[in-house]
């Protein structure tokens, strides 16, 4: 069977975004395109934007509105044909159950993407796009409401190794990436 649809899920800081360019970079024999809950929440206002990430104020977002319509996104970009690397912070079994429910239809492979709280908060406080309390926070919620093909941790292990880890893992199941 074919996998179309790879998700990642993780605290903020554990490497996601960082695992699927390597991923993509891996994956070469076709193209994957790269879809992340940041990307649809970068087309926020800045005003709005910085609220969230400097102050993490989410008041003036409905996230569950923001979520659904990338769901959307991808289920779309994934219905044209087109292979794609999803990440974001899945916090809720409701948030798990909303993508197992818009990705239905698809082959999906998921990850869970760990790392030690301590290195999560290095990372964070030298990246200035999150708070240590979203850090924190995303360590306690994620990776734990889906069902994964495969977990793995960031902690000390490069991007490349993750990434090779991942990509043999969904060769070794027969799966046609």
């Known amino acids: 069977m074919i996998k179309h649809l790879i998700?990642?899920?993780?605290?903020?800081?554990?490497?996601?975004?960082?695992l699927?360019?390597?991923?993509?970079?891996?994956l070469l024999n076709d193209n994957w395109l790269y879809f992340s809950l940041d990307t649809f929440?970068?087309?926020?206002?800045?005003?709005v934007l910085a609220q969230c990430q400097s102050e993490n104020d989410?008041?003036?977002?409905?996230s569950s509105t923001l979520l659904q319509n990338a769901l959307l996104c991808v289920d779309t970009l994934l219905k044209a044909g087109n292979n794609v690397i999803f990440d974001s912070v899945i916090s809720t079994s409701k948030r798990a159950l909303q993508i197992d429910l818009a990705f239905e239809q698809h082959d999906?492979?998921?990850?869970?993407?760990?790392c030690e709280l301590s290195e999560l908060e290095r990372r964070?406080?030298?990246?200035?796009?999150?708070t240590i309390e979203q850090a924190r926070h995303s360590f306690a919620t994620a990776p734990m409401h889906l069902i994964y093909d495969l977990e793995i941790d960031s902690?000390?292990?490069?991007?490349k190794e993750l990434a090779t880890i991942v990509?043999?893992?969904?060769?070794?199941?027969k799966h046609d990436v």
């Open 7 to 18: 998700v990642l899920d993780g605290p903020s800081g554990a490497g996601k975004t960082s």
């Open 20 to 26: 699927a360019r390597e991923l993509q970079e891996q």
């Open 41 to 47: 929440t970068s087309t926020l206002p800045v005003s």
């Open 58 to 62: 989410w008041q003036d977002v409905d």
């Open 108 to 114: 999906r492979f998921y990850v869970g993407v760990h």
């Open 124 to 130: 964070v406080a030298a990246r200035n796009d999150r």
């Open 155 to 159: 902690t000390s292990t490069s991007v």
């Open 167 to 173: 990509a043999a893992t969904i060769y070794e199941q």
